[in-house]
T-cell receptor, first 112, second 116 residues
Framework: QQPVQSPQAVILREGEDAVINCSSS?????VHWYRQKHGEAPVFLMI?????EQKGHEKISASFNEKKQQSSLYLTASQLSYSGTYFC?????????????FGQGTRLTINP | DAGVIQSPRHEVTEMGQEVTLRCKPI?????LFWYRQTMMRGLELLIY????????DSGMPEDRFSAKMPNASFSTLKIQPSEPRDSAVYFC??????????????FGAGTRLSVL
């Protein structure tokens, strides 16, 4: 049930771009993206509800391919503040209820 | 709004002792979630409530774990007896509803539990 994220870790220099992928073996209702900084709680970034939908948040955007059961998070011109662990959460139907399950996370390190 | 409030922030206890973690969700939110986070297993959903009713407790590890939500503004997660492998950060989160666009979850600061 747990979605698979790739890569597990990324190291970038400030200003570089990154892509984080999330794939599920189940048909999805939605995909959620959260960021967690070290020692803090996860913080919501965005939610994608429809197949092929793209959303953006500052220089962070995401796409959701409902047919392929995949989502990607795009970070452009990365800033130091983008460092942290990114989690995708995939929402699917199980026993009549919608359930959100988080992936293992992708650790992003931005160096000056 | 003050956000989701968890207490205590840190708990150190000895094996065999009872541990109670507390959570106050955001006012007006109808869904409440308990998660456990470890390096090995990541962020695991333990149980969630809708309108104070437990909906899915399939993530609760074993009978030593129990959760209650006596009213809309308070929930507890209890471990009795505690074991060293229960050491983790426990997060509580709340959302307007448990599915779709209204399932944006707001996390509390977490309780770091150490069982010696």
């Amino acid at each position: 049930q747990q979605p698979v994220q790739s890569p597990q870790a990324v190291i970038l220099r400030e200003g570089e771009d990154a892509v984080i992928n999330c794939s599920s073996s189940k048909a999805l209702y939605s995909v959620h993206w959260y960021r967690q900084k070290h020692g803090e709680a996860p913080v919501f970034l965005m939610i994608l509800l429809k197949g092929g939908e793209q959303k953006g948040h500052e220089k962070i955007s995401a796409s959701f391919n409902e047919k392929k059961q995949q989502s990607s998070l795009y970070l452009t011109a990365s800033q130091l503040s983008y460092s942290g662990t990114y989690f995708c959460g995939t929402e699917f139907l199980i026993q009549g209820a919608q359930k959100l399950v988080f992936g293992q996370g992708t650790r992003l390190t931005i160096n000056p | 709004d003050a956000g989701v409030i968890q207490s205590p922030r840190h708990e150190v206890t000895e094996m065999g002792q009872e541990v109670t973690l507390r959570c106050k969700p955001i006012s007006g939110h109808n869904s409440l979630f308990w998660y456990r986070q470890t390096m090995m297993r990541g962020l695991e959903l333990l149980i969630y409530f809708n309108n104070n009713v437990p909906i899915d407790d399939s993530g609760m590890p074993e009978d030593r774990f129990s959760a209650k939500m006596p009213n809309a503004s308070f929930s507890t997660l209890k471990i009795q007896p505690s074991e060293p492998r229960d050491s983790a950060v426990y997060f509580c989160a709340s959302s307007l509803e448990s599915g779709g666009a209204k399932n944006i979850q707001y996390f509390g600061a977490g309780t770091r539990l150490s069982v010696l």
